[in-house]
């Protein structure tokens, strides 16, 4: 029966240069219902997807539409930050919840009541890594970040860690979003002689910085490349080839992870028409299990309002690891592992050597 489907709009860039964030999550997210059935306390779960070709104006437009023509009572997706914002004021005119999969700056929870996220957020993986590093005879660094949002957030989280660390920032480099050149950047770097270079770029973009970062002979200069695990991202690590080896990072998922959670993961993914799933599959793999246990909850009832109110406090077993839903701000709390790239069996693998358990948003715990 048509009243008892609860629709759930999946929004996402298919197309475009950040279309892999699309294909992974939405992979992952058919893998979920594909494992978990279509059915949740009686209600029939139905997911539709649209592309919004990583274009703000048609994210807004599609869920406006969603909400508005097709009755969709669970907004989900956002591949990226500008796509997350410009959606917000629907959710919240709508009352409807909004599950960002991916985007991951930290103030994205804050603009809208009924915004809840299992993706992560920069400062969260950014902090231990300036940690790390200070702990491990790195005294020098250039920043390197991707000139938005969650960019200007890891640029930030990392300077004033790794300076409560005493360490030394040389420079600050902010580079394109999207095509970026990194030649000169990274010749800039090279010139700056730090001891390492700390990295984000988003999903996807990794491999043009690695090519750079070899041709321009960082490496062999001594300069070690550190940073969130965006750039070493699963679905391209693989093709990076023997410049990714020795890269540390922090994130909270690697394909490499061992549970018997992530092996039903990637099985699932593999079987849904994947290869290997990346931090954003588990984001989306997470996202419908966070919506399928609310309405387990509020035993189907799917209103905006209930569904908020389930989630908070909410705690599973994630491929990534344990995770749960902070009540205060209803971002997600996860273990952020530290990782080294490793040949495994003949590929490249993010391999776990240790973690911070339980970490919060660092960027809302430092304002609350
Ligand atoms: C964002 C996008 C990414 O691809 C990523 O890896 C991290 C953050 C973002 O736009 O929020």
Do not use: C
């Not at 043009?208 to 965006?230: E, H, N, S, V, Y």
Request: aromatic share 8%.
């Amino acid at each position: 029966m048509a009243q008892d489907t609860v629709k759930i709009g999946l929004i996402l860039p298919m197309t475009g240069p950040f279309a892999s964030t699309g294909r992974q999550i939405s992979t992952a997210a058919e893998a979920y219902m594909a494992t978990h059935g279509d059915e949740v306390a009686g209600t029939k779960v139905e997911l539709i997807l649209e592309d919004d070709g990583g274009v703000p104006d048609q994210t807004k437009r599609i869920a406006q539409e969603m909400v508005v023509n097709e009755g969709v009572k669970v907004l989900a997706g956002f591949g990226l930050t500008p796509l997350a914002f410009a959606a917000a004021p629907i959710a919240t005119q709508a009352k409807v919840p909004m599950v960002v999969m991916a985007a991951a700056t930290s103030s994205i929870t804050e603009k809208s009541p009924f915004i809840t996220r299992t993706s992560f957020t920069l400062p969260q993986a950014t902090v231990p890594l300036a940690r790390w590093a200070a702990d491990n005879d790195i005294s020098k660094v250039v920043t390197v970040v991707a000139d938005y949002a969650p960019g200007i957030d890891a640029e930030n989280a990392f300077v004033n860690e790794f300076k409560n660390q005493g360490g030394e920032i040389v420079e600050s480099i902010r580079v394109p979003v999207a095509n970026p050149d990194f030649a000169p950047f990274l010749q800039r770097v090279r010139d700056a002689q730090p001891d390492a270079v700390f990295v984000f770029v988003p999903s996807g973009v990794g491999s043009a910085f690695m090519k750079q970062f070899q041709d321009r002979g960082l490496a062999d200069a001594g300069i070690k490349l550190i940073g969130t695990g965006d750039v070493t991202d699963d679905d391209i690590l693989n093709d990076m080839g023997d410049v990714a080896k020795g890269v540390i990072t922090t994130h909270h998922y690697s394909a490499a992870h061992e549970s018997a959670e992530n092996d039903t993961f990637k099985q699932a993914f593999k079987d849904a028409g994947g290869d290997r799933p990346n931090f954003m599959a588990a984001g989306g793999w997470d996202g419908m299990a966070l919506i399928y246990q609310a309405l387990e909850k509020t035993g189907g009832d799917a209103s905006g309002p209930a569904l908020m109110e389930a989630i908070k406090g909410m705690e599973w077993e994630s491929p990534r690891g344990p995770v749960s839903i902070d009540p205060e701000t209803r971002d997600i709390v996860q273990d952020m592992y530290y990782r080294e790239v490793k040949d495994v069996d003949g590929e490249l693998y993010n391999v776990e050597f240790g973690k911070e358990e339980a970490v919060k948003d660092p960027a809302k715990a430092a304002k609350n």
